[in-house]
């Protein structure tokens, strides 16, 4: 009867065995998958990292050509103000060269109403100068603009 029972240990020992063996082959397949899904999870991690990266990216580029934009629009309105002045300094040359046309005609026949004229001609032209001036620093400030 011993060795009956002793035989009954030995088959219940191998099939312990066995089954443990079973057990660790499914524990160790079980890891490889687990491995294999811990992977596949970092590389999408890092895929979804890289593209909230881009989209930060994108975002800031967009914020960059709508800051662009809106310097452009307030040189352009720059711009238009100073076309503007320039139209107004325009018409006030044509003006003064209109006076000064009307002025030398009307004066030529009389000598001294002649050198009045020459003295209104400087004045003219002083004012003139300075119109030029400001044409200038105008024209400069328009370079800058560009």
Known sequence: MVSSKDDEIR?????????T??????????????QLVKESNDQQTTTIETSK???DDARHSINLLIEG?????????QLDELV????MVSTE???????LYSSIQSN?????????MVEDVSVSVNRLNKLLDKLVD???ELEKLF
């Not at 079973?22 to 687990?34: A, C, H, N, P, R």
């Open 11 to 19: 088959k219940l020992a191998e099939r312990s065995i066995g089954a």
């Open 21 to 34: 063996r079973k057990i660790s082959d499914i524990l160790l397949e079980l890891q490889g998958e687990i």
């Open 53 to 55: 990266s881009e989209m």
């Open 69 to 77: 934009t809106e310097l452009s629009r307030q040189k352009i309105e």
């Open 84 to 87: 503007a002045h320039l139209q």
């Open 93 to 99: 040359e044509n003006q003064i060269f209109s006076s």
């Open 108 to 116: 030529a026949a009389n000598s001294e109403e002649l050198l009045s």
């Open 138 to 140: 105008h024209t400069s």
